[in-house]
């Protein structure tokens, strides 16, 4: 299997050192070698990670470590956000099955998005990403330790053919791909920009909700690169003809 196919596995404020340890070792086992952190809150030098990791050491090695969560993501196309609780920023679930399909069927890069133990993704998290994914478990007590939702994620995508060497020959075309987070992080912040400068964000209590909102409606559309240019051309246009 081609590496660019496997999906990122991306942890985002992780508090326990064990637990990184534990995530990689619940990564191999499964054949997931693709892990980045986002400003865990200690160093990957802890000694608690290795002993954890239980042979893991190769994906320990090949960590790449972020301080901001958006450039972690900006050279991927399709973010699933994994929660089991439903914040105010609303997301469309995917099931295993169109998952995996998803990462097979096409040369979208996919991450998969873990929160902090204690507090699980925030909705600046969720604005950026496609999908969220719930692990079905008990309702009274559907708390998952962080390696244990890697683990059931990493198993899900494995038995459902991911170890197979062979892909799908039905790929998608680059033109037709899904646009990177950095491409549409990008128009964002210039959109936000001159909102900004047309008084868009008349009450500033308020913008850091409607920044999230806005967000939240341009991932819904599973934008292009092509489409991304037009919505730049257009906001070039009608500044030139203001």
């Not at 590496?3 to 326990?16: G, H, K, Y």
């Not at 090949?62 to 991927?76: A, G, P, Q, R, W």
């Not at 806005?214 to 919505?231: A, M």
Request: hydrophobic share 40%; net charge positive.
């Amino acid at each position: 299997m081609k590496n660019s196919c496997i999906p990122e596995i991306v942890l985002v404020n992780t508090q326990i050192p064990e637990n990184l340890g534990a995530t990689a070792r619940a990564m191999l086992n499964f054949n997931l070698k693709n892990l980045r952190v986002v400003s865990p809150f200690f160093e990957l030098s802890n000694e608690k990670i290795i002993p954890l990791s239980a042979g893991a050491g190769s994906v320990i090695k090949n960590i790449k470590k972020f301080v901001v969560f958006e450039d972690s993501v900006k050279d991927l196309n399709i973010l699933i956000a994994t929660t089991n609780r439903l914040r105010s920023v609303k997301k469309k679930e995917i099931t295993f099955e169109k998952l995996n399909k998803i990462i097979l069927n096409s040369n979208n890069k996919v991450g998969i998005i873990f929160g902090p133990e204690k507090s699980g993704l925030e909705n600046e998290h969720l604005s950026i990403c496609d999908y969220y994914l719930k692990i079905n478990s008990n309702p009274k007590f559907s708390s998952l330790n962080l390696s244990h939702a890697v683990s059931i994620v990493a198993y899900e995508l494995w038995s459902r053919n991911l170890s197979k060497k062979s892909l799908s020959s039905k790929r998608k075309k680059k033109s037709d791909l899904q646009a990177t987070k950095g491409e549409l992080s990008n128009f964002l912040l210039i959109l936000q920009e001159h909102l900004e400068e047309n008084g868009f964000f008349s009450v500033l209590e308020r913008k850091k909700i409607l920044v999230q909102k806005i967000r939240n409606i341009f991932t819904k559309l599973e934008l292009t690169s092509r489409d991304i240019s037009t919505l730049l051309g257009i906001i070039k246009n009608l500044i030139k003809n203001k």
